[in-house]
């Protein structure tokens, strides 16, 4: 009896850790061990590297705690391996460092959120009253009621070199909405925050960063620059490419002013760092933690961050850093104490999802599998290749039968319209493909050199299909009115001569 009492419980607890065990996440079955998930991680990325033609990277992982890994992927042109400790551009990445400073003055007492920014800058003339309503909280939110359109940034002929020339456009610009009323991704906004940090610091803001940030956090190699020239001329950093017909091609940075906003440089090594920081607090309050980390009113779009909350990955942060030569990714899962972060030597590009990097690698440090989607930089170039051959082939083939039927004079007269409007259409898309990328972009206006390094594979296509029409359609257009000409000459009404090519 004694031992069937023993024998019952022994089997209901079996029981109820087999149904447990059965529900847990796939994390928690698949229990690799770290050389076990870091070896599945390498080979992810390296084989999304190359199946996206990209040639050099740096991943960071944080998790609870530790520095989980640390890796960089690739060589500079000269040979030279990246490592975790090789400097990249995080572009965009910088506006939550930056969003932080303008926080820790808050959190001191220095500055109000809620206050009109110009109230911190009483020598300031405006031309538009309304500017007077922008607060500090609308500039972190991009709620400001400014957009590229009525404030140039990437498109402006004579860039800015420092801070201090920036209040000149927030006198004379005309704002494109009321402020507050409006999310619009504005880099500028993030420029006149970090212009205020100087004013109420009295450092420069780089200075305030590497106090402030990077020194408490011990980030030893990430430091500031104000345009993309220091980029260009820092040897220590992997030169950039863009991607034509998924070939690699190393070039500087088009210049721009990115104090602020983009001007940060740091490494694996330091963003593990950074992101690590997120989670566990040191650098302000609970109360502002929690509005930094907070979506804004009108958008996903907070504080520096794109804040998110969903039922399997819990409160998230994110930002992408997008440059025409760099690009960066970082996502922070707060509730898990993770966060994932990689930097490219190549630029935005239409066919690479870069941030798939970071959703494959969070699949994999959660126990699941990753996979390379087909639908990559290589197989569209491929798609894109193929497309021009099959239009040449296409234009030369058309010419042939127009030769051939060039006696055909109602066809030829019947097709003339139709050709027109054939010809034009690839032309229009070409001569406005900048207000079509900044409708898609949501209001982003882009310099052309800008476009044509995201996607020089299809506006080569675009030439290519514009060429052939243009020419069939001069050669169509001769066809025509030689046969007129011809038709003319015999005296044969052009009436009477489609009904005799009819019969």
């Not at 494109?176 to 450092?203: C, D, F, M, R």
């Not at 593990?272 to 804004?296: C, I, T, V």
Request: proline letters at 4%; glycine letters at 6%; hydrophobic letters at 45%.
């Amino acid at each position: 009896m004694t031992v069937t009492y023993k024998f019952i419980p022994a089997c209901l607890i079996c029981l109820l850790l087999t149904l447990f065990i059965s529900t847990m996440p796939s994390a928690a079955v698949k229990s690799l061990s770290k050389t076990e998930i870091v070896a599945e991680i390498d080979d992810y990325v390296k084989k999304n590297m190359e199946a996206n033609h990209i040639s050099g990277a740096s991943l960071a992982i944080a998790y609870g705690e530790n520095m989980f890994y640390t890796q960089g992927y690739g060589a500079y042109s000269d040979g030279r391996k990246i490592t975790a400790r090789t400097p990249f551009p995080i572009a965009s990445l910088s506006k939550s460092m930056t969003a932080l400073t303008v926080l820790q003055l808050a959190d001191k007492g220095l500055i109000d959120l809620d206050a009109p920014y110009v109230s911190y800058f009483p020598d300031i003339l405006l031309t538009d009253d309304r500017v007077n309503r922008i607060t500090v909280r609308h500039l972190l939110n991009q709620t400001s009621g400014l957009n590229d359109k009525v404030n140039p940034d990437m498109t402006k002929a004579d860039q800015f070199q420092a801070l201090q020339e920036i209040k000149k456009s927030l006198e004379q610009v005309n704002l494109a909405n009321i402020p507050g009323e409006t999310y619009s991704y504005h880099n500028p906004n993030y420029q006149y925050l970090a212009l205020l940090v100087e004013q109420i610091s009295g450092q420069k803001f780089a200075e305030f960063l590497h106090d402030h940030v990077f020194a408490p956090l011990g980030m030893t190699n990430t430091f500031s620059v104000s345009t993309t020239q220091q980029i260009n001329e820092n040897s220590a950093i992997p030169q950039g490419h863009y991607l034509l017909l998924g070939m690699p091609i190393r070039t500087d940075e088009p210049l721009w002013f990115i104090d602020g906003p983009a001007g940060v440089i740091s490494t694996a090594e330091d963003m593990a760092k950074w992101m690590r920081a997120q989670y566990d607090p040191r650098l302000l309050s609970p109360n502002f933690m929690e509005q930094y980390h907070a979506a804004g009113q009108h958008a996903p779009y907070g504080m520096g961050w794109l804040a998110s909350n969903d039922n399997v990955w819990g409160q998230t942060i994110s930002h992408s850093g997008i440059f025409w030569t760099y690009k960066a990714e970082e996502t922070v899962y707060l509730d898990k104490r993770l966060g994932i972060s990689m930097m490219f030597d190549t630029g935005i590009n239409a066919f690479v999802d870069y941030s798939a990097f970071v959703r494959g690698i969070a699949q994999i440090m959660d126990g699941g599998k990753a996979e390379i989607s087909n639908i990559n930089g290589r197989n569209m170039e491929i798609a894109i290749i193929l497309l021009m051959a099959v239009t040449i082939l296409w234009g030369g083939y058309s010419f042939y039968r127009m030769k051939k039927n060039k006696n055909r004079l109602t066809a030829v007269r019947r097709k003339l319209i139709f050709a027109k409007v054939n010809t034009l259409l690839p032309v229009l898309v070409l001569l406005f493909l900048s207000p079509i990328v900044s409708f898609i972009g949501g209001g982003r206006v882009i310099p052309l050199k800008g476009i044509w390094m995201t996607m020089p594979s299809l506006i080569l296509w675009l030439v290519i299909l514009c060429l052939v029409n243009i020419v069939r359609f001069i050669y169509r257009c001769r066809i025509y009115y030689h046969a007129i000409k011809e038709s003319k000459r015999s005296a044969i009404p052009w009436t009477k001569a489609n009904s005799t090519q009819r019969n």
